[in-house]
T-cell receptor, first 110, second 110 residues
Framework: GAGVSQSPRYKVAKRGQDVALRCDPI?????LFWYQQALGQGPEFLTY????????KSGLPSDRFFAERPEGSVSTLKIQRTQQEDSAVYLC????????FGPGTRLTVT | QQPVQSPQAVILREGEDAVINCSSS?????VHWYRQKHGEAPVFLMI?????EQKGHEKISASFNEKKQQSSLYLTASQLSYSGTYFC???????????FGGGTRLMVKP
């Protein structure tokens, strides 16, 4: 079956713009996670959903970051008023136990 | 607090063995191992639950010492395809998200 997909794969935004990153999890996976990965670093946790409920958002770096999963499937990570420090790869993972990662969205804020 | 991985980098000749270690200061529920190649998503290798079990498939295996909060990944008779960055991700008793170590960069040369 299909794995986790993310779109867009690459996004260039000017500082101050809003962006929306999409994640399509593996069908039937209950849990969905968002991670941020800086160059040369391991992924860092942002937020976690179980079905449509956002159970943990302790990793979101500021109130400019917002995530939703309204129907318990597709999820969107939104970043408002992007800053240069938001430049990173944003990874989505879905899980029923092991976490399977999507290819990520590389965000560059200029 | 993120787990500590060692070594940070290792270079092998094809056919040589390697061990990658992952240590945490927190009580762990499980340890997950991933391999990530440049520009790609982390690929799930295996998961170990507390209980000291050892798992493996083909020439890659791992162990988890619950008392020491340590896990080790064993790569036997390395192949060129093993090159990449290996991450351990830990789950503590309180949560579901993965906390990743800084990674171990492995390069296998012919």
């Amino acid at each position: 079956g299909a794995g986790v997909s993310q779109s867009p794969r690459y996004k260039v935004a000017k500082r101050g713009q809003d962006v929306a990153l999409r994640c399509d999890p593996i069908s039937g996976h209950v849990s969905l996670f968002w991670y941020q990965q800086a160059l040369g670093q391991g992924p860092e946790f942002l937020t976690y959903f179980q079905n449509e409920a956002q159970l943990d958002k302790s990793g979101l770096p500021s109130d400019r970051f917002f995530a939703e999963r309204p129907e318990g499937s597709v999820s969107t990570l939104k970043i408002q008023r992007t800053q240069q420090e938001d430049s990173a790869v944003y990874l989505c993972a879905s899980s029923n136990y092991e976490q399977y990662f999507g290819p990520g969205t590389r965000l560059t804020v200029t | 607090q993120q787990p500590v991985q060692s070594p940070q980098a290792v270079i092998l000749r094809e056919g040589e063995d390697a061990v990658i270690n992952c240590s945490s200061s927190k009580a762990l529920y499980s340890v997950h191992w991933y391999r990530q190649k440049h520009g790609e998503a982390p690929v799930f290798l295996m998961i170990l639950l507390k209980g000291g079990e050892q798992k493996g498939h083909e020439k890659i295996s791992a162990s988890f010492n619950e008392k020491k909060q340590q896990s080790s990944l064993y790569l036997t008779a390395s192949q060129l395809s093993y090159s990449g960055t290996y991450f351990c991700g830990t789950v503590n008793n309180a949560g579901n998200m993965l906390t990743f170590g800084g990674g171990t960069r492995l390069m296998v040369k012919p």
